[in-house]
């Protein structure tokens, strides 16, 4: 079965870094992968996706990248900010298998100390 | 524009009562909906999904049933709960499978 890891469950950094965080999985390479950022108590929202065929894709401080060479996804934060403060996930899609579903990491916290 | 909307927010269920969370979508037509539950120290899992009314998916085999009665509600529900089943249940929809999915605020249960 696909497994889905992101590099750690907690990150902390300084203000005004950038955020790298690791996405990898296991087996078939996924149609597209997605991040989404989840405040506590609250449901994730989406932030970019990126496809199989797509190297990189940015958007504002966010830039995502996809090797499936490596299996593996980076989310980068750029001049983080307390605020990003967050929990991020990875979501996978895979073609067959669970027939287009996302597929969740577990997510890893990041801390921005001002 | 599109919202999602989930109820209740919080809840607190003794083992063996019945259970019904519902969801209900505003400003699209036919989306494909989701329920998907988090446990502590876990990530998201895919309970049921949903690509039309009364056409239902199970991912995983569990004490839970899913209904979809109109084309823009979704109903988490179960006979008897178990202690297993606390958690943070999410609804969410999209317009196709595999794009970007929008989730609802989350229902949290505890099951005592």
């Known amino acids: 079965s696909q497994k889905i890891e992101q590099n750690s469950e907690a990150l902390n950094i300084q203000e005004g870094k950038t955020a790298t965080l690791t996405c990898n999985y296991t087996?078939?390479?996924?149609?597209?992968l997605q991040w989404y950022r989840q405040d506590p108590g609250r449901g994730p929202v989406f932030l970019l996706l990126?496809?199989?065929?797509?190297k990189e894709k940015r958007k504002e401080r966010l830039k995502v990248t996809f090797d499936t060479t490596l299996k593996q996804s980076l989310f980068h934060i750029t001049a983080s900010q307390p605020a990003d403060s967050a929990t991020y996930l990875c979501?996978?899609?895979?073609?067959?298998?669970?027939?287009?579903?996302?597929?969740f990491g577990k997510g890893t916290k990041l801390s921005v100390k001002p | 524009s599109q919202t999602i909307h989930q109820w209740p927010a919080t809840l607190v269920q003794p083992v063996g009562s019945p259970l019904s969370l519902e969801c209900t979508v505003e400003?699209?037509?036919?989306?494909?909906l989701y329920w998907y539950r988090q446990a502590a120290g876990r990530g998201l899992q895919l309970l049921f999904y949903?690509?039309?009314?009364?056409?239902i998916s199970s991912e995983v085999p569990q004490n839970l049933s899913a209904s979809r009665p109109q084309d823009r509600q979704f109903i988490l529900s179960s006979k008897k709960l178990l202690l297993s089943d606390s958690g943070f249940y999410l609804c969410?929809?999209?317009?196709?499978?595999?794009?970007?999915?929008?989730f609802g605020q989350g229902t949290r249960l505890t099951v005592v």
């Open positions: 400003g699209t037509s036919n989306p494909n």
């Open positions: 990126i496809r199989e065929n797509e």
């Open positions: 969410a929809w999209s317009f196709h499978r595999g794009t970007e999915a929008f």
């Open positions: 087996n078939y390479s996924p149609a597209y």
């Open positions: 979501a996978l899609v895979f073609y067959g298998g669970s027939q287009g579903n996302l597929i």
């Open positions: 949903s690509v039309g009314i009364g056409q």
